[in-house]
Nanobody
């Protein structure tokens, strides 16, 4: 059973926007920090953003800061990544992950989704 399932990826033009969604199965997200990671072809997986269990604090990689917004709706058991002003360098498989505990610093992400492809190209 896949604990997390991402959706919302696709092909967009540079400057466009996408909203990724991550839904949890079999558990509730309110006790977990949640993060988004991405892996581009030939590159290592990198952290993109993280949000605390309550949604009160967030972290962003410098490469996406100001363009991406992470959010969550614990009532819906969902985590989101709003991606704006997309660039070709954002092309990657995006993964949702969770870490038990409230905060992002030092989080160990033990549950992962299968990934969703985001391609930014003209």
């Amino acid at each position: 059973q896949v604990p997390l399932v991402e959706s919302g990826g696709g092909l967009v033009q540079p400057g466009g926007s996408l909203r990724l969604s991550c839904g949890a199965s079999g558990f509730t997200l309110d006790s977990y920090a949640a993060g988004w990671f991405r892996q581009a072809p030939g590159e290592e997986r990198k952290g993109v953003s993280c949000i605390s269990s309550s949604g009160d604090s967030t972290l962003y990689a410098d490469s996406v800061k100001g363009r991406f917004i992470i959010s969550r709706d614990n009532a819906k058991n969902m985590v989101y990544l709003q991606m704006n002003n997309l660039r070709p360098e954002d092309t990657a498989v995006y993964y949702c992950a969770t870490a038990f505990g409230a905060s992002c610093p030092g989080a160990h992400f033990g549950s992962w989704g299968q990934g969703t492809q985001v391609t930014v190209s003209s």
